[in-house]
């Protein structure tokens, strides 16, 4: 199967286009064939599609069999598809299962799968430190506390970083703000992360613990925190808390850089 990332590729790039049906179809083809590939950057996608693109229960069960792969190259992909379910689900309780893997992964038979899953478990231990002054604690630790979420000084941190570092790019998103719910099930308390082009609230983007930045859909749900189950805030109030304790981020333009 050389030069099956090209293949694979597609199914990230039109991954919004795909149906549930046709994911499903996708699931099982990995599942059915994963063993056969040679070709480590197909290996890569398919970690990435797991953990990234699925990003959900069916996905954790699908590479926990993954783990059980005979050979060890494709076996040593597995920890990757972990590591991008704790850092982009923003589900604590699965987060937890993933880490945990994670960690069992750590004594496997091959020095090279070893290697992958103390690598993985080094920068989820990053993601939810920075910034912070938690790092102390293991990488469970910080799931099972679930007191990490991304801050306006983290955020600051990280446009002044990039600037000192030459790699300035623009950016969309103005102003930030934190705000907490109950989830209605647990009351368990979840801090939503806020980023706004402006004060009107426009085009806003979401993150709760720490997962990938989205466009906020008003649809879409939040993991609880202790049942894992997605309930659905009143997100129109939630924004409207947000932006009325938005602070204004610094910009570290090429203005700003050459004063």
Same mark, same amino acid.
């Given at each position: 199967m050389l030069g099956a990332s090209y293949l694979l590729n597609i199914f990230q790039y039109q991954w919004k286009k795909l149906s549930n049906r046709q994911k499903e179809k996708l699931l099982g083809f990995i599942e059915a064939s994963y063993s056969c590939f040679r070709d480590q950057m197909a290996l890569f996608t398919i970690s990435e599609l797991l953990g990234e693109n699925f990003c959900n229960q069916n996905a954790v069960d699908l590479l926990c069999k993954l783990r059980s792969t005979k050979k060890a190259l494709p076996r040593s992909f597995v920890?990757? /598809?972990?590591?991008?379910? =704790?850092?982009?689900? /923003?589900?604590?309780?699965?987060?937890?299962? @993933?880490?945990?893997?994670? =960690?069992?992964?750590?004594?496997?038979?091959?020095?090279?799968? #070893? +290697?992958? @899953?103390?690598?993985?478990?080094?920068?989820?231990?990053?993601?939810?430190?920075?910034?912070? *002054?938690?790092?102390?604690?293991?990488?469970?630790?910080? =799931?099972?506390?679930?007191?990490?979420?991304?801050? +306006?000084?983290?955020?600051?941190? &990280?446009?002044? &970083?990039?600037?000192? @570092?030459?790699?300035? *790019?623009? +950016?969309?998103?103005? +102003?930030?703000? !934190?705000?907490?719910?109950?989830?209605?099930?647990?009351?368990?308390?979840?801090?939503?992360?806020?980023?706004?082009?402006?004060?009107? /609230?426009?085009?806003?983007?979401?993150?709760?613990?720490?997962?990938?930045? #989205? !466009?906020?859909?008003? #649809?879409?749900? =939040?993991?609880? /925190?202790?049942c894992g189950k997605s309930r659905k805030p009143a997100w129109d109030q939630l924004v409207t808390r947000a932006l009325r304790l938005a602070k204004k981020l610094p910009s570290y333009d090429k203005t700003t850089r050459a004063s």
């Amino acid at each position: 199967m050389l030069g099956a990332s090209y293949l694979l590729n597609i199914f990230q790039y039109q991954w919004k286009k795909l149906s549930n049906r046709q994911k499903e179809k996708l699931l099982g083809f990995i599942e059915a064939s994963y063993s056969c590939f040679r070709d480590q950057m197909a290996l890569f996608t398919i970690s990435e599609l797991l953990g990234e693109n699925f990003c959900n229960q069916n996905a954790v069960d699908l590479l926990c069999k993954l783990r059980s792969t005979k050979k060890a190259l494709p076996r040593s992909f597995v920890p990757h /598809g972990f590591e991008h379910v =704790i850092t982009d689900s /923003g589900n604590v309780p699965l987060s937890k299962r @993933a880490i945990n893997q994670l =960690i069992e992964m750590r004594d496997d038979r091959s020095k090279y799968v #070893r +290697y992958e @899953a103390e690598l993985s478990l080094a920068r989820v231990k990053k993601h939810f430190t920075w910034g912070t *002054s938690l790092k102390d604690k293991s990488s469970l630790e910080l =799931i099972t506390d679930s007191r990490t979420s991304w801050s +306006y000084e983290s955020e600051s941190k &990280i446009r002044k &970083i990039g600037s000192e @570092a030459g790699s300035f *790019s623009p +950016y969309f998103e103005n +102003y930030f703000s !934190a705000v907490r719910w109950l989830t209605p099930c647990c009351q368990h308390c979840i801090e939503v992360s806020f980023k706004f082009k402006n004060r009107r /609230g426009e085009e806003p983007k979401v993150s709760w613990f720490r997962s990938r930045w #989205r !466009a906020l859909d008003k #649809r879409r749900g =939040i993991p609880c /925190g202790r049942c894992g189950k997605s309930r659905k805030p009143a997100w129109d109030q939630l924004v409207t808390r947000a932006l009325r304790l938005a602070k204004k981020l610094p910009s570290y333009d090429k203005t700003t850089r050459a004063s």
